[in-house]
């Protein structure tokens, strides 16, 4: 009896603090909005170092009504998607067949390393020489992307307890069986936590990208606002890129208790 009252206050528990939780995003944005008003009003800053939220919001509406902001999101989103796609299934490819090699692991790990050393501001000046238009900044994002996912493909490989893989060979399973029904289900909740982070890196590609060499894009879009001292431009840009990073992360969420609601379920 005592046992089965606990196994129902544990689920109420936790919805309730599902309920409260769900004030707490509001709140924050309304006290960092009259935080910003705070500031803009009584903080003796010029306009064009701290637009007021009301300038803000007057641009958002005035770029959104002539189409502008839109066009250049749908251009970066379109680098980002594009980069996340081909970064995220090289690293996957190539984190699979390094777990399965120590040796290629060993020697391919300096380069990979040093590859991540060199930011990748650096090299987006000499991909935008190398490579035509929008493929440079697709290469940029799918770099930012690659060694994290990488990284945590290798460590979801690699924690795959041998005693399953031994059962598995025991059945004579194939290599191609052993991925699907073992493998990849058991490396799953830390590929797809190298994903969470890719997906938001990839935003920072993207513009990165455009900053150097770009004539639409939201990094462009940045460039402008910078130059002409429009920083109501620059806070929507930036605007723009949070809640296309978050839309992304939480589509890998949702992604994530799909793929993973068997492990939930237990």
Known sequence: MDISLKRERKPTAARLASQHSGWLMPVSILLGLA??????????????????????AHKLAQTLADGTLLRHTLVTLGEVLAGLMLGGNLAVLLGYLLSRSPLAEKLL??????S?????AAVAPLLIIWFPGLLAKVLICALTVFFPV??????GMRAVPNDLRDLMRSLHATPAQML???ELPAALPVLLGGLRIGATLSVIGAVVGEFVSSDRGLGFLIN?????????????????LMVMAMSLYGIVVLLEKRLLKWRNSK
């Open 35 to 56: 935080l910003w008003e705070a500031l803009a009003r009584w903080g003796g800053l010029p306009v064009f170092i701290l637009p007021p939220p009301e300038l803000f």
């Open 224 to 240: 402008i606002g910078r130059g002409q001292y429009d920083t109501a431009l620059v806070f929507v840009a930036i605007f723009a």
């Open 150 to 155: 990488l990284v945590n493909t290798l460590v």
């Open 116 to 120: 991540q050393a060199v930011p990748v």
């Open 109 to 114: 790990s300096p380069y990979l390393v040093a």
């Open 180 to 182: 699907r029904h073992l």
